[in-house]
């Protein structure tokens, strides 16, 4: 009985802080995991978050902001997080985490008129310049590997545009989001050999320290019970179906 009792008492004092929190999802354009249609927020991950949303029976707001701004909001801000993340060991103590939510390869890819050959992470550093977004974890991976050849661009945009003028002979990115970011610099996925992936990445919902902690045990409750009935993965076949469940 007194176990019970204090069972209530945890519960209900638990329960303002749940029902409470006024959350402030963040995200950038990345299709198809995240991105704009018809002004609102849609993709792979957008759908998973909202499920928990509804699940969690929070009170949230989703929003798209560049990547750099998302991620210091991110990490300093009350009741706020921001997906999709790879978790690394860096980051580790800077965010709460749920997920993962996804799991993507990243590989090098050319332009196949260009007939590189690309086996090893060695090729690849001496194949040419590798242009990649600087603020992506991919740039800072590749340079802690000794990669002296990265031009660091701000945006996918300009990387794929700079592949298909031939101003550098590699690009470097994720299967996940390949097809788009060919199609906003003008080329398609026909056009480009996909070469050695050397990086695969587990995605995450990142909270910042300040959001409850029992709030983010919730959503990672819920999340492992739609990994459980299937849910997760019918999300899954719709927007990403070659890909591995997370």
């Given at each position: 009985m007194r176990t019970l009792v204090r069972f209530w008492l945890l519960y209900c004092a638990l329960l303002p802080v749940l029902a409470a929190a006024e959350l402030r999802l963040l995200t950038e354009e990345a299709p198809p995991t995240s991105f704009l249609r018809d002004g609102?927020?849609?993709g792979y991950s957008v759908e998973v978050v909202r499920e928990l949303i509804r699940r969690t029976g929070s009170q949230a707001t989703i929003e798209l902001l560049p990547w750099t701004r998302a991620y210091t909001l991110a990490k300093s801000d009350v009741d706020t997080g921001l997906f999709s993340v790879v978790r690394t060991a860096e980051r580790e103590s800077l965010f709460q985490w749920v997920g993962p939510i996804l799991q993507g390869n990243t590989r090098f890819y050319s332009l196949k008129t260009?007939?590189?050959?690309?086996d090893t992470l060695e090729d690849a550093a001496r194949a040419g310049t590798v242009a990649l977004p600087k603020q992506w974890y991919t740039y800072e991976t590749l340079e802690r590997m000794g990669f002296s050849n990265l031009y660091g661009v701000s945006g996918s945009k300009q990387m794929v545009t700079m592949l298909k003028h031939g101003r550098v002979k590699l690009i470097a990115t994720e299967d996940l989001t390949l097809r788009e970011e060919l199609a906003s610099g003008g080329l398609?996925?026909?056009e480009v050999q996909a070469h050695l992936a050397f990086m695969q990445s587990d995605?995450?919902?990142a909270f910042s320290p300040l959001t409850s902690p029992a709030l983010v045990t919730q959503w990672q409750r819920e999340l492992d019970g739609m990994r459980?009935?299937?849910s997760l993965r019918g999300i899954q076949r719709r927007w990403l179906p070659k890909t591995a469940q997370p």
């Open positions: 609102q927020p849609d260009s007939n590189l050959r690309i398609t996925p026909e995605y995450y919902i459980r009935d299937g």
